[in-house]
């Protein structure tokens, strides 16, 4: 799988809002994952984001959204032979850290995202990529911290072939965040 990061902390970057209207706060209401007119574009989704913000997650999830990619898209870019990327879909997942002390400043969140790529490369799936952008995040009315915007995309000679890769690819993404269920504790990458 393709990956890459990088650090968007400029004043003048987006910032992760987790105070938007409409939040649905999945870690403490994980039944209303339904609500998320995104699992109707990407059923896969629903376990992805339930998984993210369950109490063993290093992250917590604040926004997500899924669309179709209009432009262009080059084949090199996502691991995939040109016949195989006519058609492409993406999505973001907004990623805000379960503890105050996981990515106190830039050098840390860096490191995690580096990690991850790194990961998430070592994953055997072609016709996708995954770029995580670190950014500041508002967590709260005065509560700031740093956030991850995790973009997946995927591509397939057909809609159907890309949306199915594009949950794979989410589920790998996802796979690679959490812990592994082992007798042995293994930190995540993004910790």
């Given at each position: ?86 058609h492409a879909l993406a ?101």
């Open positions: 799988m393709e990956a890459d990061w990088e650090l968007e902390l400029g004043s003048d970057a987006p910032i992760i809002d987790a105070n938007w209207p409409g939040f649905i706060d999945l870690r403490n209401s994980p039944n209303r994952i339904a609500d998320l007119q995104e699992i109707q574009v990407l059923p896969a989704l629903a376990n992805i984001l339930v998984r993210l913000n369950a109490p063993t997650s290093p992250v917590w999830t604040a926004k997500c959204d899924v669309w179709q990619v209009v432009e262009p898209i080059d084949p090199y870019e996502l691991d995939a032979a040109p016949e195989t990327a006519t999505c973001y997942i907004d990623l805000l850290p379960r503890s105050d002390q996981q990515w106190p400043i830039p050098p840390r969140i860096a490191a995690a995202c580096k990690a991850a790529c790194e990961r998430l490369r070592t994953v055997p799936l072609g016709c996708c990529r995954v770029d995580l952008v670190a950014r500041q995040a508002s967590i709260a009315p005065g509560i700031d911290d740093l956030g991850i915007t995790a973009y997946i995309t995927a591509c397939g000679p057909e809609d159907t072939a890309a949306r199915h890769r594009l949950a794979a690819a989410a589920t790998a993404f996802a796979d690679t965040l959490l812990p592994a269920a082992s007798p042995a504790p293994t930190a995540s990458p993004l910790q």
